[in-house]
Protein backbone atom coordinates (compact mmCIF):
# COMPACT_ATOMS: atom_id res chain seq x y z
CA UNK A 1 0.00 0.00 0.00
CA UNK A 2 1.63 3.69 -0.59
CA UNK A 3 1.66 5.92 1.80
CA UNK A 4 1.31 9.60 0.45
CA UNK A 5 2.59 12.55 2.39
CA UNK A 6 1.47 15.92 2.17
CA UNK A 7 4.23 18.55 0.58
CA UNK A 8 5.73 20.45 3.49
CA UNK A 9 7.89 22.49 1.02
CA UNK A 10 7.81 26.01 0.95
CA UNK A 11 7.59 28.34 -1.95
CA UNK A 12 8.00 31.66 -3.30
CA UNK A 13 6.67 33.96 -5.96
CA UNK A 14 8.69 36.15 -8.33
CA UNK A 15 7.21 39.91 -7.68
CA UNK A 16 8.17 41.92 -11.26
CA UNK A 17 6.84 45.73 -11.64
CA UNK A 18 6.76 47.71 -14.75
CA UNK A 19 6.38 51.55 -14.07
CA UNK A 20 6.18 53.92 -17.04
CA UNK A 21 6.77 57.54 -16.24
CA UNK A 22 6.50 60.71 -18.91
CA UNK A 23 7.24 64.48 -18.76
CA UNK A 24 7.36 67.17 -20.86
CA UNK A 25 9.64 69.87 -22.00
CA UNK A 26 8.79 73.23 -23.82
CA UNK A 27 10.10 76.67 -24.42
CA UNK A 28 9.25 80.36 -25.24
CA UNK A 29 10.83 82.68 -27.41
CA UNK A 30 8.73 86.29 -28.28
CA UNK A 31 10.13 89.55 -29.02
CA UNK A 32 6.61 91.20 -29.51
CA UNK A 33 6.91 91.63 -32.97
CA UNK A 34 3.44 90.61 -33.57
CA UNK A 35 2.02 92.54 -30.30
CA UNK A 36 1.15 90.98 -27.30
CA UNK A 37 -1.68 88.40 -28.80
CA UNK A 38 0.33 85.48 -26.61
CA UNK A 39 0.09 87.40 -23.58
CA UNK A 40 -2.70 87.50 -20.61
CA UNK A 41 -2.85 90.52 -18.66
CA UNK A 42 -3.01 90.21 -14.98
CA UNK A 43 -2.57 93.85 -13.71
CA UNK A 44 -3.36 96.50 -16.13
CA UNK A 45 -2.41 95.98 -19.51
CA UNK A 46 0.86 95.13 -21.48
CA UNK A 47 1.81 97.21 -24.52
CA UNK A 48 4.69 97.58 -26.55
CA UNK A 49 6.92 100.44 -26.98
CA UNK A 50 8.74 100.97 -29.75
CA UNK A 51 9.21 97.17 -29.43
CA UNK A 52 9.51 96.44 -26.39
CA UNK A 53 6.95 95.64 -23.55
CA UNK A 54 5.67 98.10 -21.37
CA UNK A 55 3.21 99.29 -19.49
CA UNK A 56 0.95 102.20 -21.32
CA UNK A 57 2.21 105.70 -20.52
CA UNK A 58 -0.87 106.75 -20.64
CA UNK A 59 -1.86 104.92 -17.41
CA UNK A 60 1.00 105.72 -15.48
CA UNK A 61 0.37 102.64 -13.64
CA UNK A 62 2.31 98.65 -13.21
CA UNK A 63 0.99 96.65 -15.76
CA UNK A 64 1.66 92.42 -15.13
CA UNK A 65 0.75 89.78 -17.35
CA UNK A 66 2.10 86.51 -18.05
CA UNK A 67 2.44 84.33 -21.48
CA UNK A 68 -0.28 81.78 -22.11
CA UNK A 69 2.58 78.96 -23.05
CA UNK A 70 2.83 77.75 -19.29
CA UNK A 71 6.39 75.83 -18.81
CA UNK A 72 5.74 72.12 -18.17
CA UNK A 73 7.86 71.70 -15.24
CA UNK A 74 9.16 73.89 -12.25
CA UNK A 75 12.64 73.83 -12.87
CA UNK A 76 12.30 76.39 -14.75
CA UNK A 77 14.09 79.70 -16.29
CA UNK A 78 13.10 82.90 -18.22
CA UNK A 79 15.43 85.51 -19.79
CA UNK A 80 14.71 88.69 -21.02
CA UNK A 81 16.88 91.03 -23.10
CA UNK A 82 16.89 94.50 -22.09
CA UNK A 83 15.68 97.30 -24.71
CA UNK A 84 15.08 100.86 -23.37
CA UNK A 85 16.08 102.18 -19.63
CA UNK A 86 15.19 105.04 -17.92
CA UNK A 87 14.28 105.78 -13.92
CA UNK A 88 11.99 102.55 -12.53
CA UNK A 89 11.57 98.96 -11.82
CA UNK A 90 10.66 96.19 -13.88
CA UNK A 91 10.28 92.50 -13.05
CA UNK A 92 10.56 88.98 -14.66
CA UNK A 93 8.22 86.60 -12.94
CA UNK A 94 8.58 82.49 -12.49
CA UNK A 95 6.43 79.69 -11.38
CA UNK A 96 3.38 81.81 -11.13
CA UNK A 97 -0.32 81.42 -10.47
CA UNK A 98 -2.17 82.78 -12.64
CA UNK A 99 -3.26 85.67 -10.41
CA UNK A 100 0.11 86.33 -9.34
CA UNK A 101 -0.52 85.45 -5.77
CA UNK A 102 3.07 83.63 -5.36
CA UNK A 103 6.38 83.52 -7.67
CA UNK A 104 9.75 84.12 -7.43
CA UNK A 105 11.46 86.04 -9.73
CA UNK A 106 13.62 89.34 -10.64
CA UNK A 107 13.11 93.11 -9.99
CA UNK A 108 15.63 95.60 -12.33
CA UNK A 109 16.07 98.53 -10.80
CA UNK A 110 17.45 101.90 -12.18
CA UNK A 111 17.62 105.11 -11.41
CA UNK A 112 20.48 108.16 -10.80
CA UNK A 113 21.54 106.81 -7.37
CA UNK A 114 20.25 103.33 -7.25
CA UNK A 115 20.86 100.44 -9.82
CA UNK A 116 20.13 97.09 -8.63
CA UNK A 117 19.13 93.92 -9.40
CA UNK A 118 17.06 91.90 -6.31
CA UNK A 119 15.84 88.23 -5.95
CA UNK A 120 12.05 88.88 -5.32
CA UNK A 121 9.22 86.63 -3.55
CA UNK A 122 5.58 87.65 -5.13
CA UNK A 123 2.79 87.70 -2.61
CA UNK A 124 0.24 90.10 -5.40
CA UNK A 125 1.24 91.30 -8.87
CA UNK A 126 2.81 94.27 -7.19
CA UNK A 127 3.70 93.16 -3.80
CA UNK A 128 7.10 91.58 -3.38
CA UNK A 129 9.75 90.95 -0.99
CA UNK A 130 13.41 91.66 -1.73
CA UNK A 131 16.25 89.42 -1.76
CA UNK A 132 20.35 89.39 -1.58
CA UNK A 133 20.42 92.69 -4.13
CA UNK A 134 23.34 93.52 -6.08
CA UNK A 135 24.71 96.62 -7.57
CA UNK A 136 23.96 95.91 -10.89
CA UNK A 137 23.45 98.94 -13.41
CA UNK A 138 21.27 97.51 -16.73
CA UNK A 139 22.09 98.74 -20.14
CA UNK A 140 20.66 97.79 -23.59
CA UNK A 141 20.84 94.92 -24.89
CA UNK A 142 22.19 93.14 -22.23
CA UNK A 143 20.35 89.77 -20.48
CA UNK A 144 18.75 89.18 -17.52
CA UNK A 145 17.64 85.66 -15.97
CA UNK A 146 15.86 84.45 -13.48
CA UNK A 147 15.93 80.39 -12.43
CA UNK A 148 13.75 78.43 -10.16
CA UNK A 149 16.81 75.55 -9.33
CA UNK A 150 14.62 72.91 -8.75
CA UNK A 151 16.88 69.54 -7.27
CA UNK A 152 18.36 72.34 -5.45
CA UNK A 153 15.61 74.58 -3.90
CA UNK A 154 17.80 77.68 -4.87
CA UNK A 155 16.64 80.87 -6.85
CA UNK A 156 19.21 82.15 -9.33
CA UNK A 157 19.99 85.73 -10.62
CA UNK A 158 21.74 85.77 -13.79
CA UNK A 159 23.30 89.14 -15.73
CA UNK A 160 24.73 88.77 -19.19
CA UNK A 161 24.72 85.00 -18.54
CA UNK A 162 26.88 85.15 -15.31
CA UNK A 163 25.21 84.14 -12.05
CA UNK A 164 25.14 87.62 -9.82
CA UNK A 165 22.93 86.29 -6.80
CA UNK A 166 21.75 82.98 -5.97
CA UNK A 167 18.78 82.23 -2.94
CA UNK A 168 17.63 79.16 -1.42
CA UNK A 169 14.09 78.86 -0.81
CA UNK A 170 11.96 76.15 1.05
CA UNK A 171 10.38 73.62 -0.51
CA UNK A 172 6.98 73.94 -1.57
CA UNK A 173 7.14 77.61 0.09
CA UNK A 174 4.99 78.37 -3.05
CA UNK A 175 2.51 76.10 -4.54
CA UNK A 176 4.06 74.54 -7.88
CA UNK A 177 2.67 71.91 -10.39
CA UNK A 178 0.72 72.67 -12.95
CA UNK A 179 -0.95 76.10 -13.25
CA UNK A 180 1.30 77.51 -11.00
CA UNK A 181 4.22 77.54 -14.08
CA UNK A 182 3.39 80.98 -15.16
CA UNK A 183 6.22 83.19 -16.63
CA UNK A 184 5.69 87.11 -17.05
CA UNK A 185 6.40 90.25 -16.68
CA UNK A 186 5.42 93.52 -14.76
CA UNK A 187 6.36 96.71 -15.74
CA UNK A 188 6.31 100.09 -14.96
CA UNK A 189 6.57 99.47 -10.86
CA UNK A 190 6.28 102.64 -8.87
CA UNK A 191 6.21 104.57 -11.99
CA UNK A 192 6.82 107.71 -10.57
CA UNK A 193 8.81 110.01 -13.45
CA UNK A 194 9.31 107.26 -15.84
CA UNK A 195 8.60 103.44 -16.50
CA UNK A 196 12.19 101.81 -16.09
CA UNK A 197 13.50 99.12 -18.18
CA UNK A 198 11.80 97.80 -21.05
CA UNK A 199 12.19 94.44 -22.17
CA UNK A 200 12.64 94.39 -26.11
CA UNK A 201 12.24 89.86 -26.00
CA UNK A 202 11.30 87.40 -23.28
CA UNK A 203 12.40 83.71 -23.55
CA UNK A 204 11.26 80.63 -21.05
CA UNK A 205 12.00 77.29 -20.78
CA UNK A 206 11.97 74.17 -18.34
CA UNK A 207 15.88 73.59 -17.95
CA UNK B 1 16.51 39.27 -9.73
CA UNK B 2 19.60 39.91 -11.45
CA UNK B 3 20.16 43.16 -13.40
CA UNK B 4 20.18 40.94 -16.67
CA UNK B 5 17.36 39.24 -16.53
CA UNK B 6 15.37 42.84 -15.42
CA UNK B 7 17.16 44.27 -18.43
CA UNK B 8 15.38 41.71 -20.46
CA UNK B 9 12.09 42.21 -19.35
CA UNK B 10 12.71 46.40 -19.71
CA UNK B 11 13.50 45.87 -23.48
CA UNK B 12 10.16 43.71 -23.97
CA UNK B 13 8.37 47.26 -23.69
CA UNK B 14 10.44 48.50 -27.08
CA UNK B 15 7.39 47.19 -29.07
CA UNK B 16 6.40 50.77 -27.18
CA UNK B 17 7.86 52.94 -30.54
CA UNK B 18 4.99 56.07 -30.71
CA UNK B 19 4.52 58.64 -28.84
CA UNK B 20 1.91 61.23 -29.22
CA UNK B 21 -0.65 63.57 -27.20
CA UNK B 22 -4.43 63.25 -26.63
CA UNK B 23 -6.42 66.17 -25.47
CA UNK B 24 -8.33 64.30 -22.72
CA UNK B 25 -8.76 61.10 -21.04
CA UNK B 26 -7.70 58.57 -23.99
CA UNK B 27 -9.96 55.98 -21.83
CA UNK B 28 -8.51 51.91 -22.84
CA UNK B 29 -8.59 53.06 -26.94
CA UNK B 30 -6.47 55.96 -27.28
CA UNK B 31 -9.32 58.06 -28.02
CA UNK B 32 -9.65 61.84 -28.13
CA UNK B 33 -5.98 61.75 -29.83
CA UNK B 34 -4.70 65.45 -30.56
CA UNK B 35 -4.35 64.42 -34.27
CA UNK B 36 -0.80 65.88 -33.85
CA UNK B 37 1.73 63.71 -35.72
CA UNK B 38 3.48 61.24 -33.39
CA UNK B 39 6.47 60.84 -33.01
CA UNK B 40 9.09 57.68 -32.95
CA UNK B 41 10.83 56.64 -29.56
CA UNK B 42 13.90 55.16 -29.66
CA UNK B 43 14.90 53.64 -26.28
CA UNK B 44 17.78 53.65 -24.71
CA UNK B 45 19.73 49.95 -23.81
CA UNK B 46 18.35 49.30 -20.93
CA UNK B 47 20.97 49.17 -17.77
CA UNK B 48 19.92 47.91 -14.12
CA UNK B 49 16.03 46.99 -15.50
CA UNK B 50 15.64 50.98 -16.65
CA UNK B 51 15.47 52.86 -20.21
CA UNK B 52 14.57 56.02 -21.71
CA UNK B 53 13.29 57.38 -25.31
CA UNK B 54 13.15 61.40 -25.74
CA UNK B 55 11.29 62.48 -28.63
CA UNK B 56 10.45 66.02 -29.87
CA UNK B 57 6.83 67.13 -30.93
CA UNK B 58 8.22 70.43 -33.87
CA UNK B 59 6.52 73.52 -33.40
CA UNK B 60 3.15 72.66 -31.76
CA UNK B 61 0.17 74.90 -30.24
CA UNK B 62 -3.29 73.25 -28.02
CA UNK B 63 -3.95 72.08 -24.90
CA UNK B 64 -3.46 68.29 -24.05
CA UNK B 65 -3.88 66.21 -20.62
CA UNK B 66 -2.34 62.84 -21.48
CA UNK B 67 0.87 61.74 -23.55
CA UNK B 68 -0.09 58.48 -25.27
CA UNK B 69 2.03 55.63 -26.16
CA UNK B 70 1.71 53.21 -29.04
CA UNK B 71 2.46 50.32 -30.57
CA UNK B 72 2.66 51.63 -34.32
CA UNK B 73 -1.44 52.07 -34.56
CA UNK B 74 -1.75 49.57 -31.29
CA UNK B 75 -3.27 51.97 -28.58
CA UNK B 76 -0.87 50.24 -25.19
CA UNK B 77 -1.45 53.07 -22.36
CA UNK B 78 -1.40 57.01 -21.42
CA UNK B 79 -0.08 58.96 -18.72
CA UNK B 80 -1.53 61.98 -17.68
CA UNK B 81 0.37 65.03 -17.97
CA UNK B 82 -1.29 68.92 -18.42
CA UNK B 83 0.43 70.57 -21.57
CA UNK B 84 -0.38 73.68 -22.04
CA UNK B 85 0.61 75.60 -25.19
CA UNK B 86 -1.28 78.14 -26.32
CA UNK B 87 0.85 80.92 -27.33
CA UNK B 88 3.34 81.04 -30.38
CA UNK B 89 4.12 77.59 -31.37
CA UNK B 90 6.53 75.85 -29.61
CA UNK B 91 8.98 72.79 -29.63
CA UNK B 92 7.47 70.07 -26.72
CA UNK B 93 9.72 67.53 -26.08
CA UNK B 94 8.53 64.09 -23.94
CA UNK B 95 10.75 62.05 -22.07
CA UNK B 96 9.76 58.44 -21.45
CA UNK B 97 11.28 56.29 -18.82
CA UNK B 98 10.54 52.47 -18.50
CA UNK B 99 11.63 50.88 -15.14
CA UNK B 100 11.52 47.35 -14.39
CA UNK B 101 12.03 45.87 -10.65
CA UNK B 102 11.61 42.69 -8.56
Redesign the interface.
Known amino acids: MPLFVASAAKSAL?????????????????NFETGLD??VNVHGYLTTTNGDVSAPISLNDYSAGY????L?SDNQRAKVTIGSTSTGKARLIICADPDFRRYYGIEIETGIVNNKIHIIKGFSPIDVKKFNTVNQTATTGATAEVWMDWPNNTVRAYYNGSQIASLPVPAYEIQHG??HRKTGVVMGVDWILAPGVLFESFEAWDV | MIAAQLNLLCAAYQNVDRVGLATADPGPTGANDSGITKRTLSWSTPAAGNMTAVATFPSITGIFTHITLWDGSVFIEAIPNAINVAGTPSDVTVAVEHTVDA
Not at chain 1, 67 to 70: F, L, N, Y
Open positions: TGVRHTTKASARTSIADHWHRTELAG
